[in-house]
């Protein structure tokens, strides 16, 4: 699950935890400031957000990332070994790894909750929403407000049975003593390394690659905005669409400067999963869903209507494109970079139809 589509507006739920008895524990996580935050006017502003990455950072070094397109680096998890070993830190989520890891083995569907931090402004605001979720056992009953019930019922889909809020408990525990020892310091000497990608990545955004794809994105219902770059994250982005002024979009940081349109080919290939979703859904069997096949086929067809969209859009970009998603699964491009990338994003002829066919509607449309 790659995409997440919430019924009700994501201000609800931050405004119930604001409502929350302030418990306390959480780091103290500033923002950083400068144009990293966006600026009033822009559309679709390109941000940084420390407790979206201290969340995936955790589910990086947890999770067993088997997809086919990687959510999380390749080498992710070995560099933060690296660098903790190097400093000499031990910390919590070291000391309750294998606990951790046991319960996302028995419960997969907790791997849907990395979306979690999207919903919330600042780690503080998670915390105590946790916090108050926890107290209440999970039942919305429990709450002494609407806002309130609200918020524990939105954990509750992630979190269902007692076991699954042990994990979460356990896991925003160690997360909090991750980011007082490590990772507080390690994102925020990222951030001062990556300004300039950062910068130039917003600029490459705004003045170029957003107005091309502005049509697109105003005729699939996502007029607007916010982006953030993510440090853990590989090519298969976190996306979470709450109406047309609450989408959100996590995606890969750049490492470099002359990385800084990478963070483009993530945004498009977000941009169009519901596109690609539907693409494969109208085209699959009941048995190739029931399979997996169909996960497969999604996987491979947002990449591929990411390419579509890139070719109509902004072709001089499709080359390094379909480089960059060669990259992400490890697969050479060889001689010919077409050729390879058919051969690894391979979908049915009835789906590249039905991609092409929407992805004419959409551009087509006022």
């Known amino acids: 699950m790659k995409r997440l589509v919430r019924a009700f507006a994501l201000a609800w739920v931050v405004a119930s935890v604001a409502a929350c008895a302030s418990v306390g ?14 600026r009033p006017d822009e559309i679709w502003p390109i941000k940084v957000r420390e407790h979206v990455d201290l969340w995936l950072h955790g589910f990086a070094l947890l999770q067993e990332d088997s997809s086919f397109v990687p959510f999380f680096k390749r080498s992710y998890g070995t560099e933060m070994t690296v660098l903790k070993n190097r400093a000499n830190v031990v910390t919590q989520l070291d000391a309750n790894r294998d ?4 319960r996302l083995t028995a419960n997969p569907q907790l791997v849907n909750a990395q979306f979690v931090p999207l919903n919330f402004a600042s780690w503080d605001q998670l915390a105590q929403a946790v916090d108050l979720f926890i107290r209440a056992n999970g039942d919305p ?7 309130q019930a609200a918020a524990i019922a939105f954990f509750a889909a992630y979190f269902q049975t007692g076991p699954d809020r042990d994990w979460l408990r356990l896991f925003v ?10 990772y507080h310091s390690y994102w925020l000497q990222q951030q001062r390394e990556r300004a300039n990608v950062l910068e130039l990545a917003d600029t490459l955004w705004q003045r170029t690659y957003r107005p091309r794809m502005q049509r697109f994105l105003n ?10 770059l993510s440090l853990p994250l590989d090519g298969e982005g976190r996306t979470q669409t709450a ?12 490492d470099r400067p002359n990385d800084a349109a990478d963070a483009f080919y993530v945004i498009a ?11 494969v859904t109208d085209n699959i069997t009941p048995e190739q869903r029931r399979t997996g096949l169909g996960d497969r086929y999604q996987s491979a067809a947002a990449v591929r209507a990411g390419a579509l969209l890139i070719q109509r ?10 480089r960059y998603y060669l990259r992400s699964v490890n697969r050479p491009a060889g001689s010919n970079v077409q050729t390879a990338f058919l051969a690894a994003f391979v979908i049915p002829d009835t789906i590249r139809d039905a991609l092409i066919r929407q992805l004419e509607l959409v551009l087509g449309g006022i």
């Open 219 to 228: 005729n699939t219902q996502q007029p607007q905005g916010e982006i953030l």
């Open 243 to 254: 109406g047309s002024r609450s989408n959100i979009m996590a995606v890969a940081f750049p």
């Open 99 to 102: 606990r951790l890891r046991a």
């Open 269 to 279: 290939h977000e941009a169009v999963g519901q596109l690609a979703a539907t693409a």
């Open 141 to 147: 009953r429990a709450a002494s407000s609407q806002q």
């Open 25 to 38: 524990g959480g780091a103290n996580v500033p923002a950083v400031p400068g144009p990293n935050q966006g």
């Open 313 to 322: 859009i902004s072709p001089e970009n499709l080359d390094a494109y379909m």
């Open 173 to 182: 525990q160690s997360l909090t003593d991750e980011s007082n020892r490590f």
